[in-house]
Every structure is written in structure tokens, then in C-alpha cells.
């Protein structure tokens, strides 16, 4: 994927952004799709997720697994991406990759139909699998600048 840096000048521009992004992917063939969100609080990361939900169509409300750590929604199934459901998982505090298996992080991974978008995936860089994009959101002058690697 493009490794440039975009900016998106305010919420309603980095959730476009957001469906925009989701619309490149579908399941791969053995595993789960696993994307990270880095950048520090406040930078976007769970915006850029409700985004992603609202693209895939979940009509509850997307809200920061800080405290839960982990949320799975189930996805309509006549959608068309592939996907039947969306993991967040937010990494804030955990301390190392030793604390993804008691989330059942490995049986998650192991679905092809899970998309799993992780913030903060430095609190839990060593426990991670292969990564199908690594998202990083800065905050701006106006608004966020996004990048994709
Ligand atoms: N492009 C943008 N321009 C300006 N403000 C934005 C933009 N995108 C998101 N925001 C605002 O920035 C804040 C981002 O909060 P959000 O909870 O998504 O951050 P986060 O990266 O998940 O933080 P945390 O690390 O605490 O989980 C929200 O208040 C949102 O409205
Ligand atoms: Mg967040």
C-alpha cells in the first residue's frame, strides 16, 4: 500500500478515510487480517475505527475498549467484504505480547473472517503476528495526517 502521508483536515475526513481503507481489504486466505492503529492519545485511533464499523456496518455504538480491552462485533452477513466480525482491541495497558492469549487473541487470529484492528500495538509488539498494515495517525496542523506502511 502507499507509504505517503495524507491529511485528513477533520473527523469526518479521517472516517472517509476510514471507509476508503476498508473498502481495500478481504479476508486473507489462512488467518485472520490484522491491521494496527499507532499514535499517541487522542490522535485517532478509535475514530478511525468507527469509521471502519460504520463502512461495515455495525449499528451499536463503536466505543474505546480502554478499560475492556477488547470488543468483538458481529457484522451484518449480507455484507459483501467477506468479513463476519470486527475485533478492537485496544493495547494501552497491557504490558508485553504475554497478555494477547488470555484475550483469546490466538483463536482470533486463527479465523479468516476476523478483522482485527489493535491500538497500541507497541505495548504488545512481541506477540504479534504478521500485520497486513500498520496504520499511523500524527496529529496536524489541521486536523490528522495519516500513513500507511
Ligand atoms: N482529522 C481530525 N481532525 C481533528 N480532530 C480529529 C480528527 N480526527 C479525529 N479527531 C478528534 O480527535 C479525537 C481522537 O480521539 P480518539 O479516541 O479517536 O483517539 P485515540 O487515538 O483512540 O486515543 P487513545 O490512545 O486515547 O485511545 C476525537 O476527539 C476526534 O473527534
Ligand atoms: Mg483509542
Do not use: C
Amino acid at each position: 500500500m502507499e507509504n505517503v502521508s495524507k491529511n485528513l483536515v477533520d473527523l469526518a475526513a479521517l472516517q472517509a478515510e476510514a471507509v476508503r481503507f476498508v473498502d481495500t481489504l478481504a479476508p486473507a486466505e489462512a488467518s485472520a487480517t490484522l491491521v494496527t492503529l499507532s499514535g499517541e492519545l487522542g490522535a485517532g485511533k478509535t475514530s478511525f475505527t468507527q469509521g471502519v464499523a460504520s463502512a461495515l456496518g455495525i449499528s451499536e455504538a463503536v466505543t474505546s475498549p480502554t478499560f475492556v480491552l477488547e470488543k468483538i462485533y458481529e457484522l451484518p452477513e449480507d455484507a459483501s467484504h467477506g468479513f463476519k466480525r470486527l475485533v478492537h482491541i485496544d493495547a494501552y495497558r497491557l504490558e508485553s505480547g504475554r497478555s494477547l492469549p488470555p484475550l483469546g487473541f490466538d483463536e482470533l487470529m486463527q479465523d479468516k473472517h476476523n478483522l482485527i484492528l489493535l491500538e497500541w500495538p507497541e505495548q504488545v509488539a512481541d506477540g504479534l503476528p504478521t500485520v497486513r498494515t500498520r496504520i499511523t495517525l500524527e496529529v496536524a496542523d489541521t486536523g490528522r495526517n495519516i500513513s500507511y506502511a
